[in-house]
């Protein structure tokens, strides 16, 4: 079983026992856990996220914190006499993969996120008398919920209209 995660910006192919050196991780203690996987393959096919596939987690421990090998970088301008030389170490975390899993909580947790929405929509319904004092985005989101077509193209003012 294999799967391609996203660790700081970073896509690594990682396996159970992999050890690998990616950016600085600041954490409390040695474990990790990263969510944002992009695809996983186990014994029953290849699961690939729109973007990332819901409820797979890798689990890892934080090995050792150190430096990475020296990045030169020297500028020069001919007939000039200048010449500089900087190098610069990135610090790197080495980690080691615990496991690959494919179902969480994350899966119940979703219907949460979406009832609460509703909850949270309700009140903006009531308050839309003014709303020229909302923001393009909640105002795109508003017109999202109320069907209206064309939306992501309207400016603020042709967003009040529609949605007046």
């Known amino acids: 079983m294999y799967a391609v995660v996203e660790i700081g910006g970073h896509q690594y192919k990682v396996a159970e026992k992999d050890v690998l050196f990616v950016d ?3 954490v409390e203690g040695n474990s990790l856990s990263f ?3 992009l695809l996983v393959k186990d014994d029953n096919g290849v699961k690939v996220g729109t973007p ?3 409820g797979a987690e890798v689990t890892a421990t934080l ?7 020296k990045v030169l970088v020297f500028k020069k ?5 200048y010449q500089k030389m900087n190098g610069h ?5 080495q980690i080691q993969i615990d496991g690959i899993t494919l179902g969480g909580t994350k899966k119940k947790a979703a219907p ?11 009140p903006i319904k009531e308050a839309s008398s003014d709303l ?3 923001t393009v985005a909640e105002l795109k989101e508003m017109a999202k919920e109320q069907n209206i077509t064309g939306y992501s193209s309207m400016k603020k003012a042709e967003l009040i209209e529609a949605l007046s």
């Open 24 to 26: 600085k991780q600041n």
């Open 35 to 37: 969510d944002k996987v």
């Open 52 to 54: 990332v596939v819901e």
């Open 63 to 69: 090995l050792d914190t150190v430096k990475s090998d």
């Open 77 to 81: 301008k001919r007939r000039k006499g």
């Open 89 to 93: 170490r990135q610090v790197m975390s």
């Open 112 to 122: 949460k996120k979406a009832e609460a929405k509703k909850e949270e929509t309700a």
């Open 132 to 134: 020229s004092s909302k």
